[in-house]
């Protein structure tokens, strides 16, 4: 069964105090997760976790995963202004872009941060940016599909992502050439993955490119950056993955090829999203009416505009209703927001327990990208975040959208 991390008792309180809808965290539990990944890579004296912003970027979160000892991954120009304004610096955030516009370039060397090469050809346009950095990290991709034992994980030749084993290993000889004295190896192949195989699988193939490469090029490799794709059990009967198996597991990679070859000083980098918070969200929302037709319709108060996955990829986020925990399923319903789109249904053919207009419902695992892949189709406004803080108190961490903010862009109107 998946637990909410508030009780009944504390959410009537919390809906009392903030209008529904809101996306809600829990910050004791954030706390606790970043504190299990540094424990499990413990054994790796420069390991760092590099949260991807765009899973959720939002400041008072990002605050403690750095009092926690994390940085962040950014992919844009405003992640990059808003994590400077956060005291994220330099060796703080890795630069992982792609389709980069020069104009990020320029800024990512101003702020001096650790750029992440996506292809080949960008180091013309980081010749152009002005500079070349001391550290610098490429991504790569194998191509051809990646596999867990028999299951086809990903489709790398697909992906627009990461340059080939011969682009990787000029351009590191270029960039030695060019004056860069540091180098990083970075790889992202599947995503959302529910398995403790992925990360050590992963791991492996990057530590023998590593071993590889360094013969082709005699670069000073100082870190092998992991990437995001440890996924979380959207669904009741997955099971959760175990950060201290997949630390153990791509230990035990490290030792195998890395340390066998020399190579025992290399760092490890993380840049988990989902993982570190999607648990740790809540989308609380209320339940407007019931309407019967062909089918059964909760209709609630979010909508898409606040929670995208399920309509643009059929995600699966589990529901419960507050209070009724325990209950047992006894109908089939679509639960629905109020765009006028037929994909905006939070759950389609759900069997649920009964529900009723004025209840209260949680959307589980939506701390990651939940809020941020928020938009405003239907002149919806993007609902407030509420951080549940590890006193048990709330605070308001970003108010919702006012009519006045959805105007205040328009030219040639004075609303
Ligand atoms: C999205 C992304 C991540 C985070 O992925 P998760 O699946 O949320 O862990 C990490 N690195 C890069 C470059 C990304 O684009």
Request: hydrophobic content about 40%.
């Amino acid at each position: 069964m998946k637990q909410s991390f508030v009780t009944a008792a504390q959410l009537e309180e919390i809906t009392k105090q903030y209008q529904t809808p809101f996306h809600l965290y829990d910050e004791a539990a954030i706390r606790q997760k970043a504190r299990d990944l540094y424990q499990a890579f413990a054994w790796n004296s420069g390991f760092k976790e590099y949260f991807a912003v765009k899973a959720t970027p939002t400041p008072a979160i990002l605050k403690i995963l750095q009092e926690e000892g994390c940085g962040v991954d950014c992919a844009s120009y405003v992640e990059l202004l808003m994590c400077d304004k956060l005291g994220f610096k330099e060796d703080d955030v890795m630069f992982s872009s792609n389709n980069t516009p020069n104009e990020e370039f320029q800024l990512a060397r101003k702020l001096n941060v650790t750029i992440n090469l996506d292809a080949y050809e960008h180091i013309e346009s980081l010749k152009q940016a002005g500079s070349i950095p001391e550290i610098i990290s490429c991504r790569y991709n194998p191509g051809g599909t990646f596999s867990l034992g028999t299951d086809i994980m990903d489709h790398p030749d697909e992906s627009k992502f990461g340059m080939t084993k011969a682009q990787l290993i000029q351009a590191f000889k270029e960039l030695k050439q060019l004056g860069v004295k540091k180098f990083g190896i970075h790889s992202f192949l599947a995503s959302n993955t529910v398995t403790n195989d992925y990360y050590p699988t992963l791991a492996r193939e990057l530590f023998k490119l590593a071993v590889e490469v360094v013969l082709a090029t005699d670069v000073h490799l100082d870190f092998i950056n992991l990437s995001g794709g440890i996924g979380v059990n959207y669904k009741p009967e997955e099971v959760a993955n175990d950060i201290f198996k997949i630390g153990d597991g791509v230990r035990a990679a490290y030792e195998e090829v890395l340390g066998a070859a020399g190579l025992d000083k290399v760092k490890i980098f993380t840049e988990l999203g989902r993982f570190m918070l999607a648990p740790h969200g809540h989308l609380i929302t209320k339940v407007l009416h019931k309407k019967e037709t062909y089918r059964t319709y909760i209709g609630v108060d979010a909508s898409a505009v606040n929670l995208m996955r399920p309509a643009i990829y059929g995600a699966y986020h589990h529901i419960t209703i507050a209070g009724k925990d325990t209950a047992l399923p006894t109908t089939t319903v679509d639960i629905v927001g109020s765009l006028c789109e037929n994909n905006d249904k939070f759950a389609i053919q759900r069997k649920m327990p009964e529900i009723s207009v004025g209840d209260t419902l949680i959307i589980h695992d939506t701390g990651a990208h939940g809020h941020s892949m928020g938009y405003q189709y239907n002149a919806k406004l993007r609902s407030a975040e509420i951080l549940l803080q590890t006193d048990g108190s709330t605070r308001l961490i970003r108010r919702a959208e006012k009519p006045e903010d959805y105007f205040a862009t328009i030219a040639g109107f004075d609303f």
